[in-house]
């Protein structure tokens, strides 16, 4: 009985070893097979899809086979293991087993936006809608009505976004990128309302956001930012109205055809610092960390005029007289290519 036992037991023994042996073998061989492709394949992986449901759909679509033996694999190898969701790039090379790899690394495919320096929410927005690769939720919402959902209500959009690239994966939503470009924002100017000058004409750091916005839409030239603040910050103090034209053009919206004239410099709108005195009541534009810094952190001087001379630079005069000898030899005799700022750079988003 004892023999018999024995038998029994070492031929189960056997059997296991046997089938753990074809088990191990059906393993490596679904694994090591090539996927099934003759071009690039972009494979997207839905929030909550599982490794067997994505599994059994490559095997549906031919791309691989044995998906059976890879579930199991999966799941005694790679438990708790999660799966990124996304768009993996599949390419005729690849193996099964180097499949398993982008996932369990999470190598999922970014793309890239990016918001530039001076741009307007307007076209932020703009930007966004062409995002094919993004889950766009705020299209039929107005600004007001988008910011309540970014968590913000009563908060006007205008400059409240860190101009940046931004990296993101097939099915996040133009409201997690929104997020991330406001925090930045905020983390900005927090750090530079930090180590700010002292004696500033600002009560708070979006007073010094709104002067930043004016700053980066009269000049592109880094040497420049600092002076440009030194003038409008003594204006300020002496009481002096900023009469700045991109405030001018910014109230007036999709009026503005790209020529300014001296109506539009007479108009009353909240926005036209040739008519109000003291800055707009929001900002104009997106500013990046150099207008903040500028606007904080003005040059020391006299000046209280500057022209721009049609390369984007300015000439800068403390004397009325002086800015009008500036503004005959400048602006009434323009150059063909002359441009008030340097011309814009072209992004490349993806």
Do not use: C
Not at 159 to 173: A, I, L, N, Q
């Amino acid at each position: 009985m004892i023999r018999k036992l024995l038998l029994l037991l070492e031929g189960g023994v056997l059997v296991a070893g046997l089938l753990l042996v074809f088990v191990a073998w059906q393993q490596h061989s679904a694994l090591e097979q090539p996927l099934n492709l003759t071009e690039e394949l972009m494979l997207e992986v839905p929030a909550g899809a599982t490794p067997g449901g994505v599994l059994n759909r490559l095997q549906a679509d031919g791309v691989l086979h044995d998906a059976f033996w890879l579930r199991l694999y999966w799941r005694f190898n790679l438990k708790g293991q999660p799966l990124h969701s996304g768009e993996y790039r599949l390419t005729p090379e690849l193996s099964v087993r180097d499949l398993l790899g982008l996932w369990r690394r999470g190598e999922v495919v970014q793309y890239s936006l990016t918001l530039v320096e001076g741009w307007s929410f307007r076209q932020v927005r703009a930007a966004l809608e062409r995002q094919s690769k993004l889950e766009l939720t705020l299209s039929e919402l107005s600004d007001a009505q988008l910011m309540a959902r970014l968590g913000y209500p009563d908060v006007n959009p205008e400059g409240r976004f860190f101009p940046d690239t931004y990296r993101f994966v097939r099915g996040m939503s133009d409201l997690d990128l929104l997020k991330q470009a406001y925090t930045r924002l905020e983390q900005v100017l927090a750090d530079e309302w930090q180590g700010r000058a002292d004696g500033l004409p600002y009560k708070s750091p979006y007073d010094a956001l709104i002067m930043a916005s004016i700053i980066e839409k009269e000049t592109g030239v880094p040497e420049e930012r600092g002076e440009i603040a030194g003038v409008f910050v003594r204006r300020l103090r002496i009481g002096m109205r900023l009469q700045t034209d991109p405030t001018v053009i910014y109230g007036l919206g999709e009026r503005y055809n790209g020529k300014l004239t001296r109506a539009h410099l007479r108009e009353p709108t909240a926005y036209n610092t040739y008519v109000i005195d003291g800055m707009p009541p929001t900002p104009i534009a997106m500013v990046g960390r150099e207008a903040i810094n500028a606007a904080l952190h003005p040059v020391a001087g006299k000046s209280l005029y500057f022209v721009a001379r049609g390369d984007g630079s300015h000439v800068f005069s403390d004397s009325l007289e002086a800015h009008n000898r500036a503004v005959r030899e400048y602006q009434l005799t323009r150059r063909e290519d002359y441009r008030s700022t340097p011309a814009p750079v072209q992004s490349n988003n993806q």
